[in-house]
């Protein structure tokens, strides 16, 4: 399977001009099995959502289906959403069919205010698309490696997030490690520019279950990069060096 990140530079709520954007981020690398978008890809990282998230089923999650049956692609990314009163940060994967699996971001970023007015999600997700078991993790998530436990159940981890660039050691240091902890792939993509709280600094890349990296994206730019999933070298790897087996039960 081939996976494109797409690295943006969000505009601060404007959906429109963000999907304009991701638009021609996914025009720029064609022939993607699975194109994946930062986290609240439509509006930037948006911790007061009145006004901004938009209703369960709405525009921007059309545009991901449009544009998943378009490419014959799936396509993955976040978006501030209300459903039934709440609000949830809400991680789309969307597939060339038209169906849609989504995962509500588990660990909210206190730090920043999230948890004001975000509810939490408390549901572990794993989807198959093309012969590839993903599981979909947000920004914070990478910072718990509990959530992200490999029970044997999944072959790749997406973390989508909007990580300051003060913190961008961190980033690439934790996404590395849940590679060769869980053994699997990571692909982590992670937006630049600037909104009214903070700077980013991308640094998305997509990692091997040997912790190696195998394709990113330059710091600090509006980039895309592309990686070929080879399940069969990871299924070789994990029954030549069975780690998950030792694994601590929790």
Partial sequence: MKISILQLDLVWENPQENLR???????????????????????????????????????VLQWMKDKAAGTDA???????????????????????????????KKHLFTYGGEHKYFTAG????VLEFRGVRIMLLVCYDLRFPI???????????????????????????????????????????????TDPSNEYGGGS?????????IASCEDGVECSASAEIDIPMLEAFREKFPVLNDSDII
Wanted: hydrophobic share 40%; with cysteine; glycine share 10%.
């Fill in 74 to 104: 799936a396509l993955a990314g976040s978006v501030a959403v209300r459903d039934e009163g709440r609000y949830y940060n809400r991680f789309y994967f969307v597939t060339p069919d038209g169906s849609v699996t989504w995962y509500d």
């Fill in 147 to 193: 959530w992200s436990r490999n029970h044997g159940d999944y072959d790749m981890i997406l973390y989508v997030a909007s990580w300051p660039v003060t913190r961008m050691n961190a980033w690439k240091s934790l996404l590395v490690a849940r590679a060769i902890e869980n053994q699997c792939y990571v692909a982590g993509v992670n937006r630049v520019g």
């Fill in 21 to 59: 954007k991701a638009d021609a981020a996914i025009a720029s690398a064609p022939g993607a099995d699975l194109y994946v978008l930062p986290e609240m890809f439509p509006t930037g990282f948006c911790t007061v959502p009145d006004g901004v998230a938009e209703p369960e089923g709405g525009l």
């Fill in 205 to 213: 890349m997509v990692i091997d279950p040997y912790g190696k990296m």
């Fill in 122 to 125: 408390d549901k572990r997700v």
